[in-house]
């Protein structure tokens, strides 16, 4: 199953921080985990994310089950939140190497349209419905060396799927070859981008990162400025502030002659802390289409967090971290318990952020990639009355 498409499934327990979460002797507290803050909220690489004053009776995704124990005095209730928002931004070069056909292995037969093929079908899928998006075209037709001008996309962050990007993308396509547009300022769309989201997060909390799709070196721009050097430096200002940096290389068809554009664009992956760049190969358009694809479903699997707030007990009833149980279910199928184990030792097993004082449930490793791969997949947070559960000291 598409890892892009668990964006869009509605978990029942809202979701902080990015990827899955490791036991603590693989690395102690996870990505976006938290140890402290208040029940209902928490902090992570991108942001903090509040379910506002807790669910109780009455409110969607809040119910309760069967009575467990005291004689019907107690019943098992169960609280519900939404998966946090994950937003994308894209900044797409349009250079002529993508295809002007001013040298042969500037074939737009072989880059543009494959490339602009796939990305076309990601942005207008129904498949990405709950998934919010921006597209920012570089080089700008004017001032493209200005990191202002990136500051506005192209296509504003708009929820998918959407025809809007289309549409932006056929207005740009270059009609001959003297349309194309010249130069790859990518240290400058970075911190155009950058800026962007910065503003956009006061306003849209969620999880934020940056896909970069290019097929070459920054050139075109002031040479001191715009290097492989500047570009990394970017992608990691911009994770510091919680935002990771996403790399998909359009290599050049093998053609004799055409050179190597793209290996140094696994350090700015690196620095942007996704490991390495996603080199597609050209040559065969389908297969460069069928690669773009994967490459994007890839990008927004590892945006999916397994990382989540514990909500409010319904009713105002006191937290008790020995009470809960993580439930899990995948569309009508029967549903699953999932196995506490603070070490993470245990098949489909979940841990506390910090158990001492616990803020955020954390899906290990197993449980967080079958969670990530269903498409229906629901999370369910039970608060019972009697402790179910052993938190060590």
């Known amino acids: 199953m598409e890892l892009l498409r668990v964006v869009t499934a509605v978990l029942s327990v809202a979701a902080v921080g990015l990827g899955c979460g490791s036991s603590p002797s693989e690395g102690g507290e996870g990505e976006g985990a938290s140890s402290g803050g208040s029940y209902g909220s928490g902090s992570g690489a991108g942001g903090s994310l509040d379910i506002g004053d807790g669910i109780g009776p009455g409110s969607s995704g809040a119910g309760s089950a069967s009575p467990v124990g005291g004689g019907g005095a107690c019943a098992t209730q169960t609280a519900a939140a939404s998966l946090q928002p994950v937003y994308l931004a894209f900044a797409f070069d349009v250079s002529g190497s993508m ?12 880059k543009w349209k494959p490339v602009v093929a796939a990305t076309k079908q990601f942005f207008s899928d129904p498949g990405s419905e709950g998934l919010t998006a921006s597209l920012s075209f570089f080089p700008a037709d004017d001032d493209k060396c200005s990191s202002e001008i990136y500051g506005t996309p192209d296509v504003p ?12 993308i056929d207005a740009i396509e270059p009609e001959s070859s003297d ?25 849209n909390p969620g999880k934020y990162a940056i896909v970069l799709v290019t097929d ?6 002031d040479e001191a400025s715009d290097t492989i050097d500047a570009v990394v430096a970017d992608a990691q200002a911009a994770l510091a502030e919680g935002v990771p940096t996403y ?9 004799k002659g055409a050179p190597d554009t793209l290996d140094d664009l696994h350090e700015i992956a690196a620095a942007g802390g996704t ?8 040559g065969d358009p389908s297969q460069t289409t069928a690669a773009f694809k994967a490459a994007v479903d890839r990008i927004r699997g590892a945006s999916v967090s397994c990382t989540m707030a514990i909500p409010l007990p319904p009713d105002g009833s006191a937290f008790d971290k020995e009470k809960v149980r993580v439930l899990y279910t995948s569309g009508s199928s029967a549903t699953t318990e999932l196995v506490y184990d603070q070490s993470c030792a245990t098949e489909g097993a979940w841990r506390y952020d910090e158990p001492a004082s616990p803020t955020q449930i954390v899906l290990c490793v197993d449980a967080c990639t079958t969670v990530q791969a269903d498409i229906v997949a629901k999370l369910s947070v039970d608060f019972t009355c009697e402790s179910v559960i052993e938190v060590p000291l």
Request: net charge negative; proline share 8%; glycine share 12%.
């Open 247 to 255: 790399v998909i290389g359009v290599e050049n068809p093998p053609i």
């Open 216 to 221: 070459g070196y920054p050139q075109g721009c």
């Open 179 to 203: 349309d194309w547009r010249g130069g790859t300022p990518t240290a400058w769309v970075m911190r155009g981008t950058s800026a962007f989201i910065e503003a956009q997060r006061q306003q």
């Open 275 to 282: 490991e390495g760049a996603v080199l597609i190969d050209t």
């Open 157 to 168: 962050l708009t929820p998918l799927p959407s025809a809007a990007f289309t549409e932006a």
């Open 99 to 110: 295809g002007k056909g001013d040298k042969d292995w500037h074939d737009k037969a072989l």
